[in-house]
């Protein structure tokens, strides 16, 4: 399914129950998009259901220390160099130390130690933490958010490969086929086009006819939509993503 699929579904849900095919609903195109453009941008401000974690590989650039990144990267959490050491020394990467290869080969071929599989791998593990402070495993930096700009503070000597831990958005389609997101979408949608509706209607409070004219329900509308609005911000801001946990089981 195409995202404007997705989105002309979303479409045909507001128009359905603002009442069209029986009456006139007076809103063009351009207030159904605006409606769902609001919806997403609340959504994402107001859950972290909005936001998955990522990491994406960069490249650096001799003499180079800003970067741009993506618009749908949110925050750079961490920076990784690929390794501390070369298995060949040719610089390809690569650790001295196998965590796994060594838990293995104490585990099952070194029965008479007392070093166990998972011994091995925390002693690695502190290894390579001191020897990342030590030859600068991590990289310092700063981000950007609104320039989307990444500066790594030690100025690259050489072009290097680098692995970003990011938080992203989720893509507008993602959201779109999200159960959990899927409605709250559409409702919000439905409640901005209804404000949008009244905002209109409520320019003319009456329209004349040979009868008396016809008294028209802007305020009406104004009012259900705000408070329709309100009700699913507070909803979502409560919610917590993949919705109620588990709780302990002891035994």
Not at 121 to 136: C, S, V
Not at 141 to 153: M, N, R
Not at 160 to 169: A, F, P
């Amino acid at each position: 399914m195409t995202l404007a699929t997705q989105k002309q579904e979303v479409y045909d849900y507001v128009n359905t129950f603002l009442g069209g095919g029986m009456v006139d609903v007076e809103l063009d195109p351009i207030h159904y998009q605006t409606g769902l453009s609001k919806a997403l941008t609340r959504y994402r401000q107001r859950t972290e259901n909005s936001v998955e974690e990522s990491y994406m590989f960069l490249t650096t650039v001799p003499d180079q220390n800003d970067y741009v990144l993506p618009n749908e990267v949110i925050e750079v959490r961490q920076i990784f160099r690929r390794s501390i050491g070369s298995r060949t020394g040719g610089g390809d990467g690569g650790s001295l130390h196998e965590p796994f290869n060594m838990a293995y080969t104490n585990t099952y071929l070194l029965s008479g130690s007392k070093l166990g599989g998972l011994s091995t791998y925390d002693m690695f593990a502190q290894h390579q933490e001191l020897a990342g402070r030590m030859f600068g495993t991590f990289i310092e930096f700063k981000w950007s958010s609104t320039s989307k700009k990444l500066t790594i503070l030690q100025r690259p000597r050489a072009e290097e490969g680098l692995m970003l831990m990011c938080y992203n958005y989720r893509p507008d389609s993602e959201l779109l086929l999200d159960y959990l997101a899927n409605q709250w979408i559409k409702d919000y949608t439905l409640a901005s086009c209804k404000y949008m509706l009244g905002e209109a209607r409520s320019k003319f409070a009456t329209i004349a006819g040979p009868q008396g004219g016809s008294t028209l329900n802007g305020d009406t509308l104004k009012a259900e939509a705000q408070a329709e609005m309100e009700k699913l911000e507070s909803e979502v801001s409560m919610a917590q993503a993949g919705g109620t946990g588990y709780g302990f089981t002891i035994g």
